[in-house]
């Protein structure tokens, strides 16, 4: 059977293998830039409700909110997860909290419930947010994210069901096409066949 | 003559620990688990891709150097073949050195590298943002495969048989990686600042990440990874040339 004895044959035809199969893998179940969740949240016993978009990458995050009288929104270094913890040592609740993960897009959507004195939580966000922008009947945020930063918005109900639409576009990410990764993989493959049997000659 | 035979020791020694098709199999699962990582989610910083991509490809690389450095190195003194080594008109450190750049250095240049590569053509748009910082993250984790490689090849010095430095190197290689997961989870659970930092600091590509993304960290994370390996590397030089008997 015919196998490479020289190292940098055996390298190049590795890359070009590899080439190929993440090729046609990305063009497949490779990254999403932008993806979307919505839901109807049931804010009966709940006086605010924190809203959160956690990406991985960077990107353009908006949330839209309906169905709220007061939305403040806030832009976190870190895990915004802890500032949950937080909350509680506030005297706030977390309830009903509800998320969805899309892996492809690399980006967290969580929607939770603040039980508790909702002054308290407009008190403890005080001086780090800034008002949301009103729309119509609906307050939106959008901002651009760095990697490992989020945003957060806090919304005080005004209705028994609050609609939420969180989104991210991924900005600043590419990769290459399935041609020239297709071309790029198999010119390797030939190139490391050449160059062995050509050193084999000698 | 040293030099031509040291240079021809390591080539013997370097073809052995390369063999194919194992070393070819290797190659082509890590490159290709590397390009199919970079497209997985979206990464868009350098240090994020190196992150994405490497994390896995040094588990790989690790049980690779368990094998080469370790049982291996023992098979060669059970077969004769490191008595033969020993002849060579060489300086018992000089061997030593050779030996851990064919067990350790190149394999895990070559394994971590081949996989950086394809990431980097994979990712040409975002890791062409910054290459430095690309490289930057792949020499942490080289140096953390160093850490790993040089425990292996110690275990294999110290132990006559081969089973028993391969128990001894995965034992030790899952010992140190179930350590730093159990104290990041300890220190994140009660909040204890220094558990984390401990946890962080255990894996050098942490605190580097952390620094290049502008992150808070403080500056001793950055040389606990270098200095055990520096110390086990010393270690396993003096050990090879003063106490190592076949």
């Given at each position: 059977m015919f196998w490479f004895k020289k190292l940098l044959p055996r390298i190049l035809f590795g890359i070009g293998i590899a080439l190929i199969i993440a090729s046609a893998f990305a063009t497949q179940y490779g990254v999403k830039t932008s993806s979307s969740w919505s839901i109807g949240y049931n804010s009966q016993s709940t006086p605010a409700i924190l809203a959160a978009v956690l990406p991985t990458g960077s990107g353009i995050a908006q949330i839209n909110i309906t169905g709220v009288s007061q939305a403040l929104y806030l832009n976190l270094t870190?895990?915004?997860?802890?500032l949950l913890g937080e909350a509680g040592g506030l005297g706030l609740k977390t309830v009903n909290t509800i998320s969805h993960d899309d892996f492809q897009t690399g980006v967290y959507y969580l929607v939770t419930g603040l039980q508790g004195n909702p002054i308290t939580a407009e008190q403890a966000f005080q001086g780090l947010v800034k008002n949301a922008q009103k729309i119509g009947n609906s307050y939106v945020v959008k901002k651009s994210l760095n990697p490992e930063e989020s945003i957060v918005v806090l919304a005080f109900p005004n209705s028994s069901t609050v609609l939420i639409t969180e989104s991210f576009k991924v900005t600043g990410y590419g990769h290459i096409s399935l041609i020239n990764g297709l071309e790029l993989g198999l010119a390797l493959a030939i190139v490391s066949i050449i160059i062995e049997i050509i050193t084999r000659k000698r | 003559m040293s030099l031509k035979k040291s240079w021809e020791l390591a080539l013997i020694d370097l073809w052995d620990s390369l063999r194919p098709p194992s070393f070819d199999i290797m190659l082509i699962l890590v490159a290709t688990l590397s390009g199919i990582l970079s497209v997985l989610e979206p990464v868009t910083t350098p240090p994020a891709v190196g992150n994405a991509v490497l994390g896995a490809v040094l588990f790989v690389t690790s049980l690779y150097l368990a094998l080469r450095a370790s049982s291996d190195l023992v098979n060669l003194v059970q077969t004769g073949v490191m008595p033969l080594y020993l002849t060579y008109p060489i300086s018992r450190r000089n061997i030593s050195l050779i030996i851990y750049l064919t067990r350790v250095l190149l394999p895990s240049i070559i394994l971590l590298g081949i996989p950086a590569i394809v990431a980097g053509i994979m990712l040409y748009p975002v890791v062409g943002k910054n290459i430095s910082e690309f490289l930057i993250m792949w020499i942490a984790y080289l140096i953390q495969a160093q850490l790993y490689g040089s425990i292996f090849i110690l275990a294999s010095n110290k132990s006559k048989s081969t089973g028993t430095a391969a128990v001894v190197s995965i034992t030790g290689y899952f010992g140190y990686t179930a350590t730093s997961l159990i104290l990041a989870l300890v220190g994140s659970i009660d909040n204890i600042k220094i558990l984390t930092n401990i946890a962080n600091s255990m894996g050098l590509y942490n605190p580097v990440y952390d620094i290049l993304n502008g992150i808070r960290t403080p500056t001793w994370e950055i040389f606990v990874v270098p200095v055990i390996f520096i110390v086990l590397f010393i270690t396993y030089v003096i050990y090879f040339t003063r106490r190592f008997e076949v």
């Open positions: 870190g895990n915004p997860l802890t | -």
